[in-house]
């Protein structure tokens, strides 16, 4: 289907606004790579602040969408291996954190976050606290079920998200294209991450090389 002239001015914002920043982005550079002209704008968008604002929403309910996908999966499955945690934390990374348009919000939340207070909330919301809560509430259930030891979940869910956050900003801050050569380093070095925690916490019995 074809996209709408909204969906048009929302995509071309995000690619300008990731790149160039919100601050030295017009309206008229929006209009002009959609091809409409500026007054048409004004049509779908108050201004340029409610073309950001909407674009802050959609991050928020894209990174809650993924959760709820997540939790969904969590729940139908029947055993952790090693190889399955850890391929959790790669997809966490491949397919969400560099999928194209998260990937833009995170590189445009990072240039904004220093000069919005909007963006830099959910800056912060997006890489700390929506993170730590979830995964607390993940480790918290994989005790529960006795696929985890007994520990303090909010620990292990900060101790996971740090390895998360650390392999991310090594292979792919300020990068505005994901090489291939990165993305492989960034899998191997996070499947050593991920493999050492899962030993340390995970019942050894149910470890699978």
Known sequence: MEPSTKEKLLDTALDLFSVNGYTTVSIRDIGKVVGIKESS?????????????????QAEQGMQLRKDSFNQALHAVTKITCGNFIMAGIAYIEHYLLEERIYKWIRMLTIEKQRNEEAATIYHRFFFAAPLEHHTKVFSYMMETGYIKEDDPVELAAEYQSLILFVFQKYFSGASMVAPESKQAAREELEVLLKRFYTRYFDREEMVE
């Open 41 to 57: 704008i004004y049509y779908h968008f108050k201004n340029k602040e409610d073309i950001l604002h909407t674009l802050l929403k």
